[in-house]
């Protein structure tokens, strides 16, 4: 990516996984996700169709996790760990923001068909950080997006993906790091992320299977138990967030 490009067109970040087996689904995801430069997007976007039912999009994204684990252990030695697994109702837009995370993390997150119109953007706040001569949290510290000044100076940084759709299930990955660009130690290369959510309605869902997962040790343990794994394929609760909506009998 030169200095100069600041979107990423549909084929670098749109795939279908009706194309791929999980293996090599994987790949391109791990790829187009966990960079350590800025020569990909840093996030990506898999189409999984109309066809499926959320337990069965859930699994694929349990399955399409260790099979990114095995590829992270080939490449770099350490494995890939769940640090959270959760389902939630998101109806409220946001700022760029990070999740709260370690310094090398991503997001997958899994979007279910829903009637709320939304759209999903993604901002390279680490390449803007390395243009202006600062780690990622650095600018963070000084430019904070939750802020005008800091929201306009990320804008030439900013993609929206444009394949994402409320009619199908898909799966966003997003990398989530906070760790510096160095030569030394390599190390993923954040992103921020964005929703605005163009129609809410509190009679309608807008359910986001969301798990986090990091870079780790191999033999650390996952903080979701393969217990917990099943629970978050299985269960049919869905909290809401972002919101509160005392008068509804499910806003847990």
């Known amino acids: 990516m030169s200095l100069e490009q600041s979107s990423w067109p549909s084929s670098s970040i749109c795939l279908s996984a009706a ?9 391109r995801v791990y790829q187009r996700t966990c960079r350590m430069d800025f020569s990909e997007p840093g996030f990506c976007l898999v ?71 939304s759209e999903l953007e993604i ?3 680490a390449k803007c950080a390395f243009d202006l001569g600062l780690s990622p949290q650095e600018f963070m510290a000084r430019h904070n997006p939750m802020f005008h000044a800091g929201y306009e100076l990320l804008r030439p940084y900013a993609t929206r993906i444009p394949c994402f759709s409320k009619t199908a299930f898909q799966i966003v990955c997003i990398n989530n790091s906070s760790a510096p660009l160095s030569r030394e130690s390599l190390a993923w290369q954040g992103t921020l992320h964005t929703a605005t959510i163009l129609t809410p309605d509190e009679s309608q869902r807008r ?3 969301s798990t986090m997962i990091a870079s780790v040790p191999i033999g650390t343990p996952d903080l979701v138990t393969e217990a917990q794994q099943q629970e978050f394929i299985h269960t049919s609760v869905v909290r809401r967030k972002g919101y509160d909506k005392t008068h509804l009998d499910d806003d847990q």
């Open 47 to 117: 189409d999984a169709g109309r066809s499926l039912d959320s337990v069965s999009f859930r699994r694929l994204m349990v399955d399409l996790k260790q099979a990114m684990a095995r590829i992270h252990e080939s490449v770099r030695g350490p494995t890939l760990s769940y640090l959270s697994a959760a389902r939630f109702d998101q109806q409220t837009t946001t700022r760029p923001h990070l999740d709260g995370g370690p310094p090398e993390c991503f997001l997958m997150l899994g979007y279910e068909p829903t009637e709320v119109d």
């Open 207 to 209: 359910v986001i299977n």
């Open 19 to 27: 194309s791929f087996d999980v293996e090599s689904l994987a790949g």
């Open 123 to 125: 901002s390279d706040y």
